[in-house]
């Protein structure tokens, strides 16, 4: 299992009118963990597009039980929980101090830059199984 | 059963280093549709405010199929299928000519605007029960 | 003079906790009316990157009177004065209804696709000066 | 003089299709860095709300030297040089190591939670002046 955390303040500018964080903004805070749980492992994004690979989003999914507000401090988990070959399931689960937020899932697949899909690049896959 | 059409071009902003429209942005697209379609039977989302009521996401789930690029025509339709009690289900379509880009849902129920849940407004169901 | 106005009705995600528009939203809504004014003269955005172009902001200047509100329609005039050299200077005119909301300019250069500084396209200034 | 430091990474949200951070999305990391400023001289703006004020942009302004990229790490700088009375001016240098990306400043004055100018609440005052 491949497990990170990242923390974050909210900013005011991800409030919206109902005066709490705007509900397409956790999608941000998952991407930030996402990219932080990869740094672990060595193998940060930034590498992996200089490498010839992205590594888009094909599915969503968030549950959103209590809203985060402006100056919050968040905590942010992303969790791999079993092996990926293709398909890269990642999930979240976003705290405010002990309460849970909004906990949800992406699925990912690499495509090279021009978007098409491509096999992961096997030293992700060697790094990652270290964890598993 | 309730449908509405909206349409509308990508901005440059809401593309990211990948080229293409940010994954969080289309939720941004949904709440444009749905806004649309509460205007379309005549309860549109601000006088609901003023009522005192809003209308938080609980639950949204997207499927990515194709990404939508800077300039492109976009029509999103919003659909209610199901006649709701106290969840309501909106489900959206994202397309750019004939091609599906973009599919989901998110969930919904009524709060007040200290975000309590409360009861649909009863003209809200009987707007909406003339369309079932 | 070159002047265009583009017309848009204000998303919910663009407000924050004071209920109103965040006001670093304005500047998207400054470049879909820049969008709008290149399409005027047969020289869209997208056809400058085809040919190798960016044209990137250097500088944003944006003076707020009173604030948009969720719901509210906008219209956006943006204004080419002066028939420009290397620098381009924008004006924008942000009004809803009667009502002036925000004024300001965008100062830009074109850059190749590496971000470097360079002239003009030839066609670009020739369909301009048609218009001074 | 009050001056405080606020340290970001950019995320790959705030990228567009140039390769580099939209335009628009410094003025957030600006704000952030109010915000932290604020909390210096413990007056976080939280607290302001609850006292009942905001304390909105009316003028803003950025030069953009070099742009930020995605997973940079930045320094935004915000300083208040002049002891202020019913405007408050805030400048800005944002910095990716010893470079500096962008400067620029925003003009604020307190307004209620209607939006009506009001006086600087005196706490507020009383705690600047310490720093001049």
Chains 1, 2, 3, 4 share one sequence.
Do not use: Q
């Not at 990170?4 to 963990?33: I, P, Q």
């Not at 990869?38 to 994004?45: A, C, F, H, R, V």
């Not at 999914?61 to 905590?75: Q, S, T, V």
């Amino acid at each position: 299992m491949l497990e990170s955390k990242t923390r974050l303040k909210v900013r005011f500018a991800e409030t919206d009118a109902m005066g709490v964080v705007y509900h397409a903004n956790y999608l941000e805070w998952c991407e930030m963990s996402r990219v932080d749980m990869m740094n672990s492992i060595g193998m940060p994004y930034s590498e992996l597009i200089k490498m010839g690979y992205h590594l888009p989003v094909f599915e969503a999914h968030l549950n959103y039980k209590y809203p985060a507000k402006f100056d919050d401090d968040i905590e942010v988990t992303a969790k791999i929980a079993e092996m990926p070959s293709v398909k890269i399931r990642v999930d979240y689960e976003i705290r405010s101090g002990d309460r849970l937020l909004v906990s949800g899932y992406t699925m990912h697949a690499f495509v090279n830059l021009k978007g098409v899909p491509v096999k992961p690049p096997r030293n992700f896959l060697e790094k990652l199984s270290e964890k598993f």
